[in-house]
């Protein structure tokens, strides 16, 4: 008898990629404030985890190593980002301003990315998926009480970091 285990691998791996990729773009948007780049990186995560899926599956949670290697990947754009942005400052090249978002979604993502990374990877994990401190903890290899601080001091700042953004927008002058 002839089992094709490439098709059983493939039918989990698509339930798998069906049930967690919303999770998981939600994920990334939160930490990086981009849609687009958000999916970009939950795409190659996916496909890593497909070409790996034999080991993946075999994982308590596979869906929490999809999100550390979206991460890593996330991480890793923004260091070339930055050091896209350090050549283009050193030749001149002016940034070129494109229409943006509403003044809520700029306030929110201008406020989280001003947050650690560590920081903002907890709420995400916590706000977003919806994740106890615990799964957390697990997910990104840290104690319990390191998540519980993360996300103290994160909302404490985002706190402040959003009151100050209502404060400018309630004294700024009005048109009339």
Known sequence: MFIDVQANDSADFDAFY?????RVVLYLYAACGD????QDVAQE???RAWQHWGRVSAYEEPE?????????????????LRRRLTARA?????????AGPSPDRVAVVAALQQLPK???????????????????????GAPEGTVKV????ART???????????????????T
């Open 64 to 80: 929490a190593w999809v999100r550390r290697v979206a991460w890593r990947l996330l991480v890793n754009r923004w260091r070339s």
């Open 157 to 175: 700042a985002l706190a402040r970091l959003l009151d100050d953004h209502d404060q400018e927008i309630s004294d700024a002058p009005t048109r």
């Open 45 to 47: 995560a996916f496909a």
């Open 150 to 153: 993360r996300l103290s001091r």
């Open 118 to 140: 560590a920081q903002r990877q907890v709420i995400a994990l916590h706000y977003l998926l919806d994740m106890p401190v615990h799964d957390i903890a697990a997910s990104i």
């Open 18 to 22: 069906a049930v967690t990729i919303r």
């Open 90 to 98: 050193r030749m001149g090249t002016p940034d070129v301003m494109t």
């Open 35 to 38: 849609r687009a780049e958000a």
